[in-house]
């Protein structure tokens, strides 16, 4: 029989599980294998981060290093004075999609222990061959850091790449996501260059004569608070909208679980390749799941 964590009656998760006390086997039987999101309000209670990191800390760290933020440059001091004055009618640029290993790497200490429901994590494991991370780059192993004000958000519709799963915890700020399950993608209009993102530019002000399916997708609105952590399973579509300013850490993983979905969106994303080499890549990746499966323990 396992353990049920304690779970939290609250009308911001609108039915979207909120518990703490999650054990590892709970969390892979409830939420991870059915691919359902859930928030876990300690899963990350042990990180420094929490106690150390926020705007000052970085600023003190980094202020004078240079950042780029959707090809335009800023010093690190003056991108948080951004995000400090910024509000809906005036937002920020929103630091994304910087992995922490590669360009923070002294960050890692705060971010310990590694976060158990998101192990094992198969983006690091050495089998997987070094010729392939160009195509997904940055995401390999990854760790994201976000760093945003009032006002503005993760941008576009999507889900992560490669159904990736994913964890975002909130280590400063209060953080709304929109969240689709994958059945909806049909509503959704993913675009045909790039299936992981949607053709609707803006979900509150959407194009209805160019999409009008979107009416009958359903969103599933989720605070996420600071120290909280939420769990978006591969394949389910979300934006962000931040409340207040935030900085957060987004882990992805790929598993057993969600291992063929990666073969299946990695193969596609290779588009017009040679059907035999196609093939061998389909069949390689197989197999070292297999090889991978031996080498798993599951975790605690
Ligand atoms: O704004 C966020 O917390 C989500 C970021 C995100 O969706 C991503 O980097 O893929
Ligand atoms: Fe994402």
């Known amino acids: 029989m396992t353990n049920k964590p304690a779970f939290f009656n609250n009308e911001e998760t609108s039915g979207v599980d909120r518990v703490t006390n999650l054990t590892y086997e709970y969390f892979v039987n409830q939420y991870l294998k059915p691919c359902k999101p859930v928030v876990i309000k300690d899963a990350t209670k042990n990180w420094i981060a929490h106690e150390v990191w926020d705007f000052t800390f970085f600023i003190k760290k980094y202020g004078n290093c240079q950042l780029q933020i959707d090809g335009k440059?800023?010093?690190f001091h003056d991108f948080i004075d951004l995000v400090m004055n910024a509000n809906n009618n005036n937002?920020?640029?929103?630091?994304?999609?910087?992995?922490?290993?590669?360009?923070?790497?002294?960050?890692?200490?705060?971010?310990?222990?590694?976060?158990?429901?998101?192990?094992p994590n198969r983006l690091t494991s050495k089998l997987l061959p070094k010729s392939f991370?160009?195509?997904?780059?940055?995401?390999?192993?990854?760790?994201?850091?976000?760093?945003?004000?009032?006002?503005?958000?993760?941008?576009?519709?999507?889900?992560?790449?490669?159904?990736?799963?994913?964890?975002?915890?909130?280590?400063?700020?209060?953080?709304?996501?929109i969240l689709y399950s994958p059945v909806e993608s049909e509503y959704l209009y993913p675009m045909a260059s790039k299936r992981d993102v949607s053709s609707i530019k803006s979900i509150e002000s959407p194009d209805l004569d160019k999409f009008p399916l979107f009416t009958k997708a359903k969103p599933i609105k989720v605070l996420v608070r600071e120290k909280e952590s939420i769990f978006i399973p591969s394949g389910w579509w979300y934006i962000t909208k931040i409340l207040s300013p935030s900085i957060a850490v987004l882990i992805n993983f790929i598993n057993p679980d969600n291992w063929s979905n990666f073969i299946e969106e990695y193969c596609l994303s290779l588009g017009n390749f040679n059907i035999i080499k196609l093939k061998l890549r389909k069949t390689y990746l197989t197999a070292i799941g297999l090889l991978m499966s031996c080498q798993e323990h599951v975790k605690p």
Do not use: C
């Open 73 to 75: 440059f800023y010093k």
């Open 91 to 119: 937002p920020a640029p929103y630091l994304r999609e910087m992995n922490i290993p590669i360009n923070f790497p002294n960050l890692m200490f705060y971010l310990q222990p590694e976060l158990q429901y998101t192990l």
């Open 133 to 177: 991370e160009k195509n997904w780059g940055m995401r390999k192993g990854m760790m994201e850091l976000l760093i945003g004000g009032r006002g503005s958000g993760f941008p576009f519709l999507h889900y992560d790449l490669f159904k990736s799963h994913g964890f975002v915890t909130q280590i400063r700020g209060y953080k709304e996501f």
